[in-house]
């Protein structure tokens, strides 16, 4: 019997990051727009990356700067899908962290907006 796999949660964000391929000297650059527990969007110029191919992701949360290993699953003319290669608990948990950053960041400002609109009426 054949086993059905749901896609993760993804949570939509616009996250700035810099990257480097495995045997690359020089870091090149994206943002992630969607990310899950298994991996992400990276909008980046893919005219130099292959699908298979091994990256670092470095980026920076709450001032703490953060580096997760990836594979290019696949690639188009917008960017790659990424999917996370974990090393240990600790980068699961980065990955976890950035999600609830990124939820709780939209969920203050859905606040806010809320005390606002209920002001204005």
Request: no cysteine; net charge positive.
């Given at each position: 019997?054949?086993?059905?796999?749901?896609?993760?949660?993804?949570?939509?964000?616009?996250?700035?990051?810099?990257?480097?391929?495995?045997?690359?000297?020089?870091?090149?650059?994206g943002?992630?727009?969607?990310?899950?527990?298994?991996?992400?969007?990276?909008?980046?110029?893919?005219?130099?990356?292959?699908?298979?191919?091994?990256?670092?992701?470095?980026?920076?949360?709450?001032?703490?700067?953060?580096?997760?290993?990836?594979?290019?699953?696949?690639?188009?003319?917008?960017?790659?899908?990424?999917?996370?290669?974990?090393?240990?608990?600790?980068?699961?948990?980065?990955?976890?962290?950035?999600?609830y950053?990124?939820?709780?960041?939209?969920?203050?400002?859905?606040?806010?907006?809320?005390?606002?609109?209920?002001?204005?009426?």
């Amino acid at each position: 019997m054949e086993e059905t796999k749901t896609p993760a949660r993804r949570i939509p964000l616009q996250l700035s990051i810099s990257f480097k391929k495995n045997y690359a000297r020089n870091d090149s650059s994206g943002t992630l727009s969607n990310i899950s527990i298994t991996g992400a969007f990276l909008k980046t110029d893919t005219s130099r990356l292959q699908e298979n191919e091994k990256i670092a992701i470095y980026f920076e949360v709450s001032g703490r700067k953060r580096k997760i290993h990836a594979n290019i699953v696949w690639k188009n003319s917008f960017g790659a899908g990424i999917s996370f290669d974990p090393t240990n608990n600790r980068d699961v948990q980065i990955i976890d962290d950035l999600m609830y950053f990124v939820e709780s960041s939209r969920e203050n400002r859905r606040s806010l907006l809320d005390t606002i609109f209920k002001k204005a009426a």
